[in-house]
RNA sequence: GGGGGCGUAGCUCAAUUGGUUAGAGCGCUGCCCUGUCACGGCAGAGGUUACGGGUUCGAGCCCCGCCGCUCCCGCCA
């Protein structure tokens, strides 16, 4: 070995050995007669002393030399630092090695970007942090995150072992099955004209393990989905993907909340309390909005249909005539919204087909308001209760068809809260996490423009039992087994009970979704074939191994938990990918291009 | 595909709203400095204001286009 310490390891017990620390120049303070210089890695740091009356010169030269991370094998002797020289922000920061020996490993240019300062580093352009990803994994932040990201695995692996699991690898050449998200295509040279496709998850293959009698199946899992991307999504992501046989909901939100348990254990000494709480998709929705609910601050919908059904205020009236509902939140202390604010909040509502936003600030006494005129006193009476209404208040309302109405209102809320926390009017400790179950979700949603059903989770999804009878007659009404797990609104997966009956599965693909029998076939023949010979119920889940790292890491965007992350186009910045082939790659794989061609590479 | 934000020295930012030779801190180079840890001091180098057009007596600033990064909508069974 070329050290015998790690750069945290020495503490004042080490008083006297004599050890060699290797790494890279954290930072170098010449003072001319003595030089300081902190050696950085992995680990930790610590500080090296240069004193000209122990050393060669030509050595003591080489020190001053020195330019950041450069790497280098220091050999010295461990001392405890004179009185008052202390540094007590770092762990070794008692002793120091005074050095004997220095050797350079390799000398680094002049770095784009510093990698030793946080404050500096945290705010660098984010191009050119990617470009130079080696540069920016060094930073103690990034190489935390890494640190974290490998632990978690490590330790979903054990518990899943000790559950019963086995780990089973499948296929990333998989083949194209087009339904949900757009597909990465792999053209294959041996099949002239055929293609596999990137899996957007090991789904059809967990299900079949089941039928495989593997019966427990877990995987830390590569998917691939060619959507465009997001802070929270990238085109490569990682799953822990879990499939179970001879089980109910309950043994998946068991199985789940002890893994989840152990992983925020291991990761921050965070003990959660389980069981989680559960929330049906409706009242989801009808709270807060969304189907993955922020519960960490109240700000609730309200529903005042029955105030305004019979009311002057047409808008409110006539949306009820027609079937809708109103709804309002109370945005307490933000009476002080800017126009820029209100007309933010505007633009929200009108993206979901909203007319406008109807609003009242509640300030100086008075409710200001372009629409108050318009009520009554029982209605204004009504809103003051129900929604508690006090000075400095804003209230904002929705008047839609019931899911449209939560869902401005579910938007509106989240921008408000984001309001709010930034004026310090709303604090959530940062350890806080409220897990809750989302269940109850509707097996259908209707697509107007295609005029057919299609599956709101997967077609695998299976139905309520209770509801499974109005499949055919009312599709609307069936609940499917379906669950989600949420965190401080973030969804961090989700899965679901499958259908292991291969008259039923048919019956849903064929009948619901209306999908051409020639077509299944074609799609899913070898599932339905499979679900002949004896397939054991079973269920599953899927967590969002990336997503859940972050909110480890307290980052809001995955890009900083995944070591090569891409960019909002898809492009890696470091390796320029993806790039252009040569005219022998195409015709190896029978292609022909109709792009117009960028920078060709060099014939191979 | 649509909308918003950003792009000025190696890095982070400024430039009095269209007006002299585009500045600062950090970094870098040189010199000085024996207890620093954001070391300190002195001096210096460093710019096609992303790129291409246009308007103007004059553009970092205004207009058009284009490239890149980013956030959001659509999309993500």
């Not at 005074?98 to 946080?118: G, M, Y």
């Not at 004026?423 to 107007?448: E, H, M, T, Y």
């Not at 029998?517 to 023949?525: A, D, I, Y």
Request: charged residues 25%; hydrophobic residues 40%.
């Amino acid at each position: 070995m070329k050290r015998t310490h790690h750069c945290n390891e020495l503490r004042p017990e080490n008083l006297g050995q004599t050890v060699s620390l290797t790494g890279w120049v954290h930072s170098r303070r010449d003072l001319g007669g003595v030089i300081f210089i902190d050696i950085r890695d992995r680990e930790g740091r610590t500080q090296t002393v240069f004193d000209p009356s122990d050393l060669p010169r030509e050595l003591f030269d080489q020190a001053a030399a020195l330019r950041s991370e450069c790497v280098v094998r220091v050999t010295g002797q461990v001392r405890v630092r004179p009185a008052g020289t202390v540094n007590s922000k770092i762990p070794t920061g008692e002793i120091e090695v005074a050095a004997s020996n220095l050797e350079v490993l390799n000398i680094a240019d002049v770095l784009p970007f510093p990698v030793d300062d946080p404050e500096v580093a945290s705010k660098v352009n984010e191009e050119l942090r990617l470009k130079y990803r080696y540069l920016d994994l060094r930073r103690p932040e990034m190489a935390r995150n890494l640190r974290l990201r490998s632990k978690v695995a490590t330790a979903t692996r054990f518990f899943m072992d000790q559950q019963g699991f086995l780990e089973v690898e499948t296929p990333t050449l998989f083949k194209s099955t087009p339904e949900g998200a757009r597909e990465f295509l792999v053209p294959s040279r041996i099949n002239p004209g055929q293609f596999y496709a990137l899996p957007q998850s090991p789904q059809q293959f967990k299900q079949i393990l089941m039928v495989a009698g593997i019966e427990r199946y877990f995987q830390i899992a590569r998917c691939y989905r060619d959507e465009d991307l997001r802070a929270d999504r990238q085109p490569e992501f990682t799953q822990v993907d879990i499939e179970m046989s001879f089980i109910d909901r309950e043994d998946i939100y068991a199985l789940i909340e002890g893994l989840l348990k152990t992983v925020w254990k291991t990761a921050l000494n965070i003990d959660l309390q389980a069981p989680f709480k559960r929330i049906s998709f409706d009242e989801a929705l009808n709270r807060y909005g969304i189907d993955k609910p922020d519960t960490r601050f109240g700000m609730e919908l309200v529903d005042f249909t029955e105030e305004f059904r019979t009311s002057t205020f047409k808008v409110f009236s006539g949306t009820v005539a027609n079937g809708g509902v109103v709804k309002a939140i109370n945005a307490k202390g933000l009476a002080c919204a800017t126009q820029g604010q209100l007309d933010a909040m505007t633009e929200t509502a009108k993206g979901f087909g909203a007319k406008g936003l109807a609003f009242i600030k509640v300030e100086g006494g008075d409710w200001k308001s372009p629409i108050v005129k318009f009520f009554g006193e029982a209605e204004k009476a009504a809103l003051t209760k129900k929604l508690a209404i006090e000075e400095g208040d804003l209230i904002l309302f929705a008047a839609d068809q019931w899911l449209n109405a939560c869902e401005i209102l579910g938007k509106i809320r989240l921008y408000c809260a984001e309001i709010l926390k930034n004026q310090g009017k709303l604090v959530i400790p940062a350890n806080r996490f409220d897990f809750l179950w989302v269940i109850d979700f509707p097996l259908l949603s209707f697509d107007k423009e295609q005029n057919r059903w299609y599956s709101s989770h997967h077609p695998f999804t299976a139905p309520v039992e209770e509801d499974a009878g109005f499949l055919k007659t009312d599709p609307k009404r069936v609940r499917g087994q379906h669950y989600d797990i949420v965190v401080n609104g973030v969804e961090l997966g989700g899965g679901s009970i499958r259908i292991h009956n291969r008259e039923l599965q048919k019956t849903v693909f064929e009948e619901v979704l209306q999908i051409p029998p020639e077509e299944t076939q074609l799609r899913f023949g070898y599932m339905l074939e499979a679900f002949k010979y004896g397939a054991p119920p079973h269920g599953g889940i899927a967590l969002g191994f990336d997503r859940m790292i972050a909110i480890l890491c307290g980052t809001s965007s995955i890009r900083d938990v995944i070591a090569f992350p891409k960019t909002a186009k898809g492009t890696c910045l470091m390796t320029d990918s993806p790039s252009a082939v040569s005219p022998r790659q195409l015709r190896d794989l029978h292609i022909e291009l109709k792009a117009k061609k960028e920078n060709p590479p060099a014939a191979v």
